[in-house]
Nanobody
């Protein structure tokens, strides 16, 4: 199983970025993909989650209305569209995967420990 993120970069406050997570080695529709972020010295924070087969989405309160998670099943790719970015969104962003059947009943993005597979991360920096 491999997850590869891309799309990070430097953007001014109020700007937008779209992160991509390409997933291989699994049946894409059977998976849940989550996006997490982490700042140096901080804990890994759940940002958003997509149950691909059902299309269910979940967001952290801090990103509701600004971030959108989606997928292109033909490309085995999950996207995180980030709009109205703020300096406090600066972090390394990771995508993570877990079989969707293990996430049934979780009403939130869930904790990092619930996910089995992780990408290498992509840096997002928002300047003020």
């Amino acid at each position: 199983v491999q997850l590869v993120e891309s799309g990070g970069g430097l953007v001014q406050a109020g700007g937008s970025l779209r992160l991509s997570c390409v997933v291989s080695g699994v049946t894409f529709a059977d998976f849940t993909i989550g996006w997490f972020r982490q700042v140096p010295g901080g804990e890994r924070e759940g940002v958003s989650r997509l149950d691909i087969g059902e299309g269910a989405t979940f967001y952290a309160d801090s990103v509701v209305g600004r971030f959108t998670i989606s997928s292109d099943n033909a490309k085995n790719t999950v996207y995180l569209q980030m709009n109205s970015l703020k300096p406090e969104d600066t972090a390394i962003y990771y995508c993570a995967g877990v079989p969707a059947r293990l996430m049934k009943g979780f009403p939130t993005v869930a904790r990092p420990v619930e996910y089995d597979f992780w990408g290498q991360g992509t840096q997002v920096t928002v300047s003020s």
